[in-house]
């Protein structure tokens, strides 16, 4: 049983694997034995957090750049498979948040967050298919939002992105599965991470979170790794266009 989800020998990009979800994603799929390369914007933070998974006798190594960069991030995913003669998962997590009222949105604002949240993951997508389409094999790790399913006010731009994410892994799903290569999305609910610090030091909203959620609370961020081993490892071979949510049941909640 232990095979079934050891990603050992495999080599995974995890973008903004630097904090939050990536890192956390990053950890799990290092602890089952692969190498990940962890990518984000600032080398100093990337080395860093790879050190301290070094520290634990993991494999870590890091790419910096910036996703909405498509000609470095189309550069970094062939220099990655160069490197290794292989790219075995390309976990696309990076993303950014704006959180305004309607009226105050620019359009130059939801650009920013569609081509960082959505366009980046189709570039990057397209890129880690070239170093998987010739070994016949391929996991691609979206990473969603439960926010693309429902939807709250002021972050129409991220909704939309995410929304997006949705139709985009279901065309990569069934052009690429016949070629050895799966897609799917992992959807978060409410985590404690960076990005939602404005909102977790807020009690009125932890406590609309709490309420709303079955478990009662927000998640933590080691508890998204386990969707990233099972999609990336021999446990998740038949699982191809599949929206996983893990989100402690908000969804389903009536």
């Known amino acids: 049983m232990s095979d079934l989800f050891s990603l050992k020998d495999h080599v995974a990009l995890v973008t903004g694997g630097s904090r939050g979800l990536g890192l956390a994603m990053a950890t799990a799929m290092a602890e089952a034995g692969g190498t990940v390369v962890l990518n984000g914007r600032d080398p100093k933070t990337l080395d860093a957090a790879a050190a301290k998974l070094k520290a634990r006798g993991l494999k870590a190594e890091t790419a910096p750049f910036d996703v909405s960069d498509f000609d470095a991030a189309t ?4 220099a990655i498979a160069r490197k290794h003669g292989r790219l075995d998962a390309a976990v696309l997590n990076a993303g950014i948040q704006h959180r305004v009222p309607l009226l105050e949105w620019k359009t130059e604002d939801f650009q920013r967050v569609i081509d960082t949240n959505l366009t980046a993951c189709f570039v990057l997508a397209r890129e880690a298919a070239r170093a998987m389409i010739p070994r016949g094999a391929g996991r691609i790790i ?9 939807a709250r006010p002021t972050i129409h731009g991220y909704t939309a992105a995410k929304a997006g994410l949705a139709g985009l892994c279901k ?5 690429l599965g016949p070629k050895g290569v799966t897609c799917n999305v992992i959807c978060p609910g409410f985590f404690e991470t960076e990005m939602n610090t404005a ?3 807020n009690p009125d909203f932890t406590a ?3 309420s709303r959620v079955p478990l009662g609370r927000w998640a933590k961020p080691p508890e998204i790794g386990g ?3 099972f999609l990336a490892s021999p446990a998740g ?3 191809n266009g599949h929206m996983l949510v893990v989100d402690g049941g908000m969804v389903d909640m009536a």
Do not use: R
């Not at 979206?142 to 429902?150: D, H, P």
């Open 227 to 229: 969707a990233a081993v």
């Open 208 to 210: 609309w979170v709490k």
């Open 142 to 150: 979206m990473t969603g939002s439960i926010m693309g399913i429902v």
């Open 171 to 175: 065309t990569l799903a069934v052009e």
């Open 237 to 239: 071979s038949f699982v």
């Open 199 to 201: 909102l977790t030091q």
């Open 75 to 78: 550069k970094a995913v062939a």
